[in-house]
């Protein structure tokens, strides 16, 4: 057992009402450590911090910036171990996953804005020999960052780096799920010198901690990644405020599978992108379709390879999928299976919880569940789950499957498989979303935008699309 601390104004220090939250181990289903529980008192503290070291950050040449930043990629290598066992603690995923993907994902974070802000450019114009006009683009102010559960340090370094490279403060909470990533980046930001007040990592609930953040009328813009739900009661406070807003909500991906696809490769590729990280991951896809010639073998084939998948101890090596992050969470995808054969459903494999032994027997473990049958209106098939369950749906032609994929209030992302040329360039522009893999899943390249459409956002991240949203334009004409 021990006990977080925020970071405010450079120092680790207890919330002001000296009350904490229990934090659990997901693979044991027990209490090991303590976080914050603070309130708008704090998130004030930290508010305060962050205007005073604006002026001197936002004011500082990007190059040092960018060696600061450089700085805590190099930390985070130091710590990487450390790292990734606190993540698969904290989350109960996989160990060598939190090594593969969370912590080498946050890394890289740091070391792209360190390099990319030195390369940020605007524009100029020219009128004809009489006018010059040309664009600057400044730090907005105080920005928070709120970051999910789910890719705990992957996400909240996502939007962290940007802020802090195009020179903004920041006021950033952590999920109260997963904060012992955060609390440790706490220390990796003092080792580093990161000056004083310019990032502030408050701990705490979303309806204390994270609303008093959205609702404080010093923070210019407010960039969230969680659910539509939060998304929703976030835009109801932060728009009236004329914040700047990015949103990057929830998804239902539809994953779309040609009879002339690479078989071998889609069926891997589609456990993966079904289950890695225990389905937790925003881009995973849980709305399988199938050409009809191809159905029965991939449904057979598919089946075969999701039974031999490993639910056990997230720390040892064989293992695929770890515990789920939470009880509540546990409960809810259990709750979805349930609806599923109320709805019709036949589950074709898992469905069931998973029951380890020794230490880890009160862990929330879910066998990965493939279930057919199911109409596009279920809300099995509507609803985000958020788990290891994937549905399994038949089409016969293009137009049905477009027209199949885009039958969601969710537009995040979606993956095609297909080798016709034709087929892949057509289908990726109708598909509405705003990811489109084909042939492939959850190959980023960090210059390019991320985000979604419908209930799946608003705004993008990523690239030079991370570093205009934490940056204000200004337009300058000067006659000559």
Known sequence: MFILSNYIGGKLQPPISGHYLDNFNPATGSVYSQIPDSDERDVELAVSAAEQAFESWSTTEPSIR??????????????????AEAESIDSGKPLLLAKRMDITRARDNFEFFAASVLHFASESHHQKGKFINYTTRNPIGVVGCISPWN????????????ALAAGNCVVAKPSEITPYTAFLLSEICIEAGLPAGVLNIVHGTGPKTGAAIVAHPAIKGISFTGSTRAGKEIASVAAPMFKKLSLELGGKNPVLIFADCDYEDMLNTTVRSSFTNQGQICLCGSRIYVESSIYDRFKADFVERVKKLVVGDPKAPETN???VVSEVHYNKILGYIDLAKEEGGEILCG??????TGDLEGGWYIAPTVIEGLS???????????????????????????????????????????????????????IESGIVWVNCWLERDLRTPFGGVKQSGVGREGGVEALRFFTEPKNICIKI
Do not use: M
């Not at 960018?66 to 790292?83: K, Q």
């Not at 469905?351 to 380890?356: H, Y």
């Open 66 to 83: 960018s060696r600061i930043l450089y700085r805590i990629a190099e930390l985070i290598g130091v710590y990487f171990d450390a790292l």
């Open 151 to 162: 890719l705990p340090l992957y996400l909240f370094t996502w939007k962290i780096a940007p």
């Open 321 to 323: 999928v770890g515990a």
């Open 351 to 356: 469905g069931e919880a998973v029951k380890l």
């Open 376 to 430: 596009p209106q279920c809300r099995t098939v509507k609803e985000e789950i958020f788990g290891p369950v994937v549905t399994l749906h038949v089409f016969n032609n293009d137009k049905e499957a477009v027209n199949l994929a885009n039958q969601s209030d969710y537009g995040l992302a979606a993956v095609i498989w297909t080798n016709h040329l034709t087929r892949a360039h057509s289908l990726s522009e109708k």
